[in-house]
């Protein structure tokens, strides 16, 4: 299969949210991470959160130590900084699922999410990704809540709604441990 038709057979399969089939995609990890990559930067919020859904996917099923997966995560960070001169704007709700799936990984990489919590434009995103890690067991840190206070009163509901339920499961998670 040509390059081009592999692209639009990934794209087939995220569209019909077959996750079997993208996490066995047929492909070099590097090229399936990248390619998903150019999908969170499509102009279709669907195909977007698609692609979030799916680099879980496909990163649960890479093997420990996957090079290509470490340097895509490195990426996905990098396209978060000014200086990248190519800003990912999903790439916290990717650099959430990926962890929320790889446990292995979460010590490593959880730890640089939460100063994104003031950089424009990542703050609801990165709210996203903590929740998602802190719903799969990932110990959210008490000491969020100063980061997250300003969200907390934000004018964007989802920004609010995602910031009081951060609050909530960190405050859960330090009651239970």
């Given at each position: 299969?040509?390059?081009?038709?592999r692209?639009?057979?990934?794209?087939?399969?995220?569209?019909?949210?077959?996750?079997?089939?993208?996490?066995?995609?047929?492909?070099?990890?590097?090229?399936?991470?990248?390619?998903?990559?150019g999908?969170?930067q499509?102009?279709?919020?669907?195909?977007?959160?698609?692609a979030?859904?799916?680099l879980?996917?496909?990163?649960?099923?890479?093997?420990p130590?996957?090079?290509?997966l470490a340097?895509?995560i490195?990426?996905?960070?990098?396209?978060?900084n000014?200086?990248s001169g190519?800003?990912?704007?999903?790439?916290p709700?990717?650099?959430?699922?990926?962890l929320?799936?790889?446990p292995?990984?979460?010590?490593?990489?959880?730890?640089?999410?939460?100063?994104?919590?003031?950089?424009e434009?990542?703050?609801?995103?990165?709210?996203?990704?903590?929740?998602?890690?802190?719903?799969?067991?990932w110990?959210?840190?008490?000491?969020?809540?100063h980061?997250?206070?300003?969200?907390?009163?934000?004018?964007?509901?989802?920004?609010?709604g995602?910031?009081r339920?951060?609050?909530?499961?960190?405050s859960?998670?330090?009651?239970?441990?």
């Open positions: 299969m040509k390059r081009r038709e692209g639009e057979r990934l794209k087939e399969l995220l569209e019909a949210r077959d996750w079997k089939g993208v996490a066995a995609f047929p492909s070099a990890s590097g090229w399936l991470l990248r390619r998903l990559l999908f969170l499509d102009t279709s919020p669907g195909l977007r959160w698609r979030v859904m799916g879980g996917r496909v990163a649960e099923g890479l093997p130590g996957d090079p290509a340097e895509f490195r990426t996905l960070f990098w396209s978060m000014d200086e190519n800003l990912c704007r999903m790439a709700e990717a650099l959430g699922e990926i929320r799936s790889r292995d990984l979460r010590p490593s990489y959880a730890p640089l999410l939460p100063q994104f919590l003031v950089e434009p990542f703050e609801t995103g990165t709210l996203w990704a903590l929740c998602r890690l802190a719903e799969a067991g110990p959210a840190n008490p000491g969020l809540r980061l997250i206070g300003d969200s907390l009163h934000h004018p964007d509901p989802r920004r609010r995602l910031a339920r951060l609050a909530r499961l960190a859960a998670r330090t009651e239970v441990s």
